[in-house]
Nanobody
Framework: QVQLVESGGGLVQAGGSLRLSCVVS????????IGWFRQAPEKEREFVAA???????YYTNSVEGRFTISRDNAKNTVWLQMNALRPEDTAVYYC??????????????????????WGKGTQVTVSS
């Protein structure tokens, strides 16, 4: 069973930065597409960013230019560097893994149904 563990969340003032980590168990990590999603209270879980098995990156419009996703296959880890944080970024952040190696990840990375495994999340709170 593949496990994902997020860390790095916390409380930060608006304009500040946080770096989230997602560590993924198993030997097949290099084949996984990894996505970050977030869920604010009483809202749907929404796509934030994703990185494909080949290193392609994708972002939702509201974080483009502020957030950066990256991966290190030797460490089974994906990071989400979040800069210029805003109060509206407050949410629980989840990472998820897509085990299928496919060029369609370019198109499907924003869809929650693409992902096979999910972490339990880490809380990010941005104060104004």
């Amino acid at each position: 069973q593949v496990q994902l563990v997020e860390s790095g969340g916390g409380l930060v003032q608006a304009g500040g930065s946080l770096r989230l980590s997602c560590v993924v168990s198993g030997r097949a990590f290099r084949n996984y597409g990894i996505g970050w999603f977030r869920q604010a209270p009483e809202k749907e879980r929404e796509f934030v960013a994703a990185i494909s098995w080949s290193g392609g990156t994708y972002y939702t419009n509201s974080v483009e230019g502020r957030f950066t996703i990256s991966r290190d296959n030797a460490k089974n880890t994906v990071w989400l560097q979040m800069n210029a944080l805003r109060p509206e970024d407050t949410a629980v952040y989840y990472c998820a893994a897509d085990r299928e190696v496919s060029i369609s990840f370019t198109r499907t990375s924003k869809d929650r149904r693409t992902y096979d495994y999910w972490g339990k999340g880490t809380q990010v709170t941005v104060s104004s």
